[in-house]
């Protein structure tokens, strides 16, 4: 799946407090304090186009035509589809979907954009927001969301296996053919250590996994549920040595998060 740029922060600007010089004459503190005696005119609050409290821009936030650039990154997307489905989620794990709510910022009245359990909107796509081009708003803080879309991950052929054995190329041949096809959406998918990754799950029951080497051997041993994560090591990739692996084990190429990457290698 492809990772979106998060939503776009929006910045106030801070009235600056000029204060006076020390030393003001009795006659100018009596005009202030008659001055504050006086009563104040109301001050009217700033709103954002849609008519919500300019305190929204305190939100994250994100333009309707970055919105669409995500939503037709996806390579199935029609450009002249009347919606798109999108996923969004935040970065704080106790913010479930139902407690995300979206609206699009159009001038008098706010279009609010249901996110459900799973957190999946529909975008809806027309001319007039086109030319419009509002920002999508949340009451989630700025720069504490995610929005991306999920994208089809190709199907593959299994690893061919023969008596036990296998190049270490040929093993990660699925993953290396589903990164391809990612980088074609996303060039950047995989290439950096904070970015979601893919890696292999393979199910071996209680046997480990061995590669041999010109320079010694590395034994991957299952885990409680009896499977194994090996993410695709680039000198390995190279050098190309043997893996002994079961003819039967089960195997699937999944996407990992950063934090779990890091989990995986410290193993």
């Known amino acids: ?48 186009l849609s008519g919500r409290p300019a305190a929204f821009n305190d939100f994250a936030r994100l333009p309707y035509s970055q919105l669409l650039r995500i939503a037709q990154s996806d390579s199935k997307a029609k450009a002249d589809a009347t919606s798109y489905k999108l996923r969004i989620q ?11 709510e979206l609206f699009l910022d159009v001038k008098d009245k706010p279009l609010y954009l249901p996110v459900d359990n799973d957190g999946f909107l529909e975008v809806p796509h027309t001319a007039v927001l ?10 989630q803080p700025r720069g504490s969301l995610n929005i991306f879309v999920q994208l089809e991950v190709p199907k593959v052929s299994p690893p061919a296996i023969k008596d036990g054995k296998v190049t270490y190329q040929e093993l990660f041949r699925p993953l290396v053919e589903i990164q391809t096809e990612m980088r074609k959406v996303d060039p950047t998918f995989g290439l950096s250590s904070s ?20 320079f010694g051997a590395r034994t991957y041993r299952p885990n409680s549920r009896g499977k194994v994560y090996m993410i695709m090591e680039s000198y390995l990739y190279e050098e190309n040595p043997q893996v002994e692996i079961p003819d039967d084990a089960k195997m699937n190429v999944i996407p990992a998060s950063p934090e779990e990457i890091e989990e995986i290698r410290s193993r």
């Open 195 to 214: 970015q979601q990754q893919f890696v292999l799950e393979i199910e071996t029951g209680e046997q480990p996994i061995k590669i041999t080497r010109a």
């Open 130 to 139: 086109v030319a419009a081009n509002p920002d999508l708003i949340s009451n």
């Open 1 to 48: 799946m492809k990772r979106l740029p998060r939503l776009v922060h929006a910045s106030l600007l801070a009235a600056l407090v000029v204060g006076a010089p020390a030393g003001l004459f009795a006659q100018e503190d009596q005009e202030a304090a008659k001055a504050e005696e006086a009563p104040k005119a109301p001050v009217e609050i700033p709103e954002t």
């Open 90 to 100: 935040s970065r704080n794990p106790s913010v479930k979907p139902k407690d995300i």
